[in-house]
């Protein structure tokens, strides 16, 4: 199984970027995904989930922020952030869970990305 996760970069607090996570080896359709993230010093955080049939659920400092969506068809994941703020800063982190449901804990993903750095400026 691989997850690779692309988009990160530098943006200005107020500005949006939209990552990108690319699966293979896995019956993706069937995988709930989820993106994680790891600021400096702290312990990875759930941001944002996805079941198969696009069903979401939110870190509740994201919301009506941060978009995550799913085309089954071409096994990608995606997570649109529009009003960044400095404390998005983090490495994020796509992950797939062995089945279907959602969650919100690091311990029930089986498969992780690389993770790509997302840098917000004030």
């Known amino acids: 199984v691989q997850l690779q996760a692309f988009g990160g970069g530098l943006v200005q607090a107020g500005g949006s970027l939209r990552l990108s996570c690319a699966a293979s080896?896995?019956?993706?359709?069937?995988?709930?995904m989820g993106w994680f993230r790891q600021a400096p010093g702290k312990e990875r955080e759930f941001v944002a989930a996805?079941?198969?049939?696009?069903?979401?659920y939110y870190l509740d400092s994201v919301k009506g922020r941060f978009t995550i969506s799913r085309d089954n068809a071409k096994k990608t994941v995606g997570l649109q952030m529009n009003s960044l703020k400095p404390e998005d800063t983090a490495v994020y982190y796509c992950?797939?869970?062995?089945?279907?449901?959602?969650?919100?804990?690091?311990?029930?993903?089986?498969?992780w990305g690389q993770g790509t750095l997302v840098t917000v400026s004030s």
């Open positions: 996805i079941t198969w049939s696009s069903d979401t």
């Open positions: 992950a797939a869970r062995s089945g279907a449901q959602l969650s919100q804990d690091v311990r029930g993903y089986a498969y």
């Open positions: 080896g896995l019956t993706f359709s069937t995988k709930a």
